[in-house]
C-alpha cells in the first residue's frame, strides 16, 4: 500500500528540501533589521518549530521510499519523538523569553502554535505504533500521510509568520508616503508662483 503513495513521498521530499532553503534565508533576512530581542526570540522559535516539522516530512518521505509499511511506521514514530522533544525545548524558551506572557500582541498566536505542535507529533506517534502493530492497515497508512500534509501546513503557516509579510505590506504604504513627504520640499507646487522671474527678485 505504501508503494501506492511513492509520486507523493518523491514529491514531498524535495519540496521540503526547497522549504528548508528558502527558510534560511528568510531568517537571516528578517532578522537582521529587527533589534527587538523579544520579537527576534519568537521569530528563532517559530523558525525551529518550522525546520522540525519540515526535517520529520523530509526524513519520513525518503526513508518511505526505500521500505514498506513497517519502516514507514517506523520512521513516523522516530521523527514523532524527535518532534515532542524538539517542541518541549522551544516552549520554554519561547515561554522564558515572554512569548506566553499576557502582555504580549502575539499571545494567542503563539500558544496556538504550540498547541498544534504537540498535538501533531501525538497524533504522528499514536499513528505510528497502531501501524506497527497492524502493518497492513491501509487506514493507518493513509493516517499518516495525512499527517505529513498537516505537518506542511503547520510549517508554512509558521513560515508565514516569521517571514512578517503581513505585517511588512501594511507599513509599505507608511514609507513610501513618508518618502513623498521627505521630496515635497523639493518641488515646485503648480499654484505658487515662480517668484525668480518677478521684477526685483534678485537671480543667482
Known amino acids: 500500500m505504501v508503494g501506492h503513495y511513492e509520486s507523493f513521498f518523491v514529491a514531498s521530499a524535495g519540496a521540503s528540501a526547497a522549504i528548508l532553503g528558502l527558510m534560511v534565508v528568510a531568517v537571516s533576512v528578517v532578522n537582521a533589521d529587527d533589534t527587538d530581542p523579544t520579537t527576534r526570540e519568537r521569530r528563532t522559535v517559530l523558525a525551529g518549530s518550522a525546520f522540525v516539522a519540515l526535517v520529520d516530512i523530509f526524513i519520513v518521505s525518503i ?17 514523532a519523538t524527535v518532534g515532542l522533544l524538539a517542541t518541549r525545548r522551544l516552549i520554554s524558551r519561547a515561554q522564558r523569553a515572554g512569548n506566553f506572557s499576557r502582555g504580549v500582541r502575539t499571545r494567542k498566536l503563539n500558544i496556538a502554535f504550540a498547541s498544534i505542535s504537540a498535538g501533531g507529533y501525538s497524533v504522528q506517534l499514536g499513528f505510528a505504533v497502531a501501524l506497527l502493530a497492524n502493518s497492513q492497515s491501509s487506514v493507518l497508512q493513509r ?54 522671474s518677478q521684477p526685483g527678485h534678485p537671480r543667482a
Open 63 to 79: 526513508v518511505a521510499l526505500i521500505g514498506g509499511s513497517v519502516v514507514f511506521g517506523l520512521s513516523s514514530l522516530a521523527m
Open 143 to 196: 493516517a499518516l500521510v495525512l499527517v505529513i500534509v498537516a505537518l506542511y501546513c503547520s510549517a508554512l503557516g509558521r513560515a508565514w509568520e516569521v517571514t512578517g509579510i503581513t505585517r511588512r505590506v501594511a507599513t509599505a504604504p507608511d514609507d513610501a508616503g513618508r518618502g513623498l513627504e521627505a521630496l515635497a520640499p523639493c518641488t515646485l507646487r503648480e499654484d505658487q508662483p515662480d517668484r525668480s
